[in-house]
């Protein structure tokens, strides 16, 4: 079975933190870098966050400094520790392997993250 629930956003004021959490499927998990994207309205879905199967992450320029991705392997979970939220960090957030088609490849259901200025 392949599944991604994404979890954790919310509404909150501009520099907030927020914890997002990822559970995905073992077919998509396993052995897999993953990755946090973001899509704003009008725009295009974009990777902020990634993190290898060996736990080398990796941040985009506009993110770095104020989020973390981490990963647990126990539970097939991926994390997003965003803090200094700004309003243009607001977007649906969804998590899924690095790599995949924006357009064919499988995606969950995302979780809204609102940052209010």
């Known amino acids: 079975q392949v599944q991604l629930v994404e979890s954790g956003g919310g509404l909150v004021q501009a520099g907030g933190s927020l914890r997002l959490s990822c559970a995905a499927s073992?077919?998509?998990?396993?052995?897999?870098?993953m990755g946090w994207y973001r899509q704003a309205p009008g725009k295009q879905r974009e990777l902020v966050a990634w993190?290898?199967?060996?736990?080398?992450?990796n941040l985009a320029d506009s993110v770095k400094g104020r989020f973390t991705i981490s990963r647990d392997n126990a539970k097939n979970t991926v994390y997003l520790q965003m803090n200094s939220l700004k309003p243009e960090d607001t977007a649906v957030y969804y998590c899924?392997?690095?790599?995949?088609?924006?357009?064919?490849?499988?995606w969950g259901q995302g979780t809204q993250v609102t940052v209010s200025s």
């Open positions: 993190i290898t199967t060996g736990g080398r992450t």
């Open positions: 899924n392997r690095v790599g995949v088609s924006p357009r064919y490849g499988y």
């Open positions: 073992g077919r998509i998990y396993s052995g897999n870098d």
